[in-house]
């Protein structure tokens, strides 16, 4: 049982380019999320969804943009990085009991 | 909305010794309240969690954390640490039965000889 995967697991931007990090649950979740994760910051949600088709703004959405087609694919895009931009994201599922299942994370560096 | 601060941000014990991670939170509805641990580059693993019900609740590897409305507090402690305890914690807060959670700044737990 894979869980939460996420791709890639590294990338390194230059200030302007896009990218578009995916996630894939196997675990018929509903709602899935993404965070990043900043030294001394803890996590904060940037998007997530509650169902196939729909998403919402988390605490820090400004620059990102999110994209959930099929239940099992939650895609975060970057259209132009800045090096603020710089974190390590994490994808997350969960049902409706509440509890978080998370990726394995992707680092970001934006030059 | 909800807020959570964990007090201090290192906290090192001897092998053995009691494990007491702090957490207080903030929130305007009943809250839901869960401990993370996150190993060096891996995701996070769910501890605990409180929902409703008893106020004390056990989670994995000898963990437990007490609910104390009155003092709004979610703190995680262990009797004995084991070295394989080192990690960063994380308390985080929820106002919705879902998981739209809000996350401490964590904690990382040092565990010496």
């Known amino acids: 049982n894979a869980g939460v995967t996420q791709t890639p697991k590294f990338r390194v931007l230059k200030t302007g380019q896009s990218m578009t990090l995916l996630c894939a649950q196997d675990?018929?979740?509903?709602?899935m999320y993404w965070y990043r994760q900043d030294p001394g910051m803890g996590l904060r949600l940037i998007h997530y969804?509650?169902?196939?088709?729909?998403?919402a703004k988390g605490e820090v959405p400004d620059g990102y943009n999110v994209s959930r087609l099929k239940k099992q694919n939650f895609l975060l895009g970057l259209e132009s990085a800045a090096p603020s931009q710089t974190s390590v994201y994490f994808c997350?599922?969960?049902?409706?009991?509440?509890?978080?299942?998370f990726g394995e994370g992707s680092r970001l560096t934006v030059l | 909305a909800q807020s959570v601060t964990q007090l201090g941000s290192h906290v090192s014990v001897s092998e053995g010794a009691l494990v007491l991670l702090r957490c207080n939170y903030s929130?305007?509805?009943?809250?839901?309240l869960f401990w993370y641990v996150q190993y060096p580059n891996q995701g996070l693993q769910l501890l605990l969690k409180?929902?409703?019900?008893?106020?004390l609740v056990k989670g994995i590897n000898g963990f437990e954390a007490e609910f104390k409305k009155s003092e709004t507090s979610f703190h995680l402690t262990k009797p004995s640490a084991h070295m394989s305890d080192a990690a960063e914690y994380f308390c985080?807060?929820?106002?919705?039965?879902?998981?739209?959670?809000?996350f401490g700044q964590g904690t990382i737990l040092t565990v010496h000889p």
């Open positions: 997350a599922s969960s049902p409706t009991t509440g509890e978080l299942f």
């Open positions: 675990m018929n979740h509903e709602y």
């Open positions: 969804s509650v169902g196939e088709g729909t998403t």
């Open positions: 929130s305007s509805v009943p809250p839901y």
């Open positions: 409180y929902t409703t019900g008893a106020t």
């Open positions: 985080a807060v929820s106002g919705t039965s879902y998981g739209k959670l809000t």
